[in-house]
């Protein structure tokens, strides 16, 4: 059964920082492309970073310099290391993998505010 659990997010002022984690089980992490995404309400979701198997990055124009994925294939996690939040970061954060087949998670809430 495949699972993609992420944790980490939080209510966090602006300036601050967040790790979010995506822990993954029910298929081989080390071959997966995965992704972090991020829905605000009203919004559609787009996509904030990525890291495929090889490590090679890409990342949303307005978290680049801020944001950081990073992922541990000794441990099924992948990892967006977030810094110097903005209240638009504001959203719901999703990790999905993509092994042939696309899963997603059930999303997490980080809120930027003072």
């Known amino acids: 059964q495949v699972q993609l659990v992420e944790s980490g997010g939080g209510l966090v002022q602006p300036g601050g920082s967040l790790r979010l984690s995506c822990a993954v089980s029910?298929?081989?992490?080390?071959?997966?492309?995965m992704s972090w995404y991020r829905q605000a309400p009203g919004k559609e979701r787009e996509l904030v970073a990525s890291?495929?198997?090889?490590?090679?990055?890409n990342y949303l124009d307005s978290v680049k310099g801020r944001f950081t994925i990073s992922r541990d294939n000794g441990e099924n996690t992948v990892y967006l290391q977030m810094n110097t939040l903005k209240p638009e970061d504001t959203a719901v954060y999703y990790c999905?993998?993509?092994?042939?087949?696309?899963?997603w998670g059930q999303g997490i809430q980080v809120t930027v505010s003072s």
């Open positions: 999905k993998a993509y092994v042939g087949v696309v899963y």
């Open positions: 029910g298929f081989t992490f080390r071959l997966a492309s």
């Open positions: 890291i495929i198997s090889t490590g090679m990055t």
